[in-house]
């Protein structure tokens, strides 16, 4: 999920409680739209699927700059891309 890094990469230049602050929100935003609709057909429950897919991703994310270390179940991929984040949070 390229939108995910996109909207991390656009955090760099803001405050921790900001940072933390919209994953927040995107986190809640993201488990909304996972728990709502109908699922009656193939193509709503793949939606459904992957809303649920990246309130996961975001949460782990939210967690890591919360808490300054990965959670449990977070991706490689993710530590990584987190990781670059936080580095260039600190230059």
Do not use: N
Request: glycine share 4%.
């Amino acid at each position: 999920m390229k939108e995910i890094e996109v909207l991390l990469r656009s955090l760099v230049d803001v405050d921790r409680d900001m940072l933390i602050s919209v994953l927040s929100m995107e986190v809640q935003t993201a488990t909304k739209i996972a728990m709502s609709g109908h699922q009656r057909t193939a193509w709503q429950r793949a939606k459904r699927q992957r809303a649920v897919e990246r309130a996961a991703r975001l949460a782990h994310i939210l967690a890591y700059f919360r808490d300054g270390e990965a959670p449990p179940g977070m991706s490689e991929d993710d530590r990584e891309l987190c990781a670059q984040i936080a580095e260039k949070r600190s230059l």
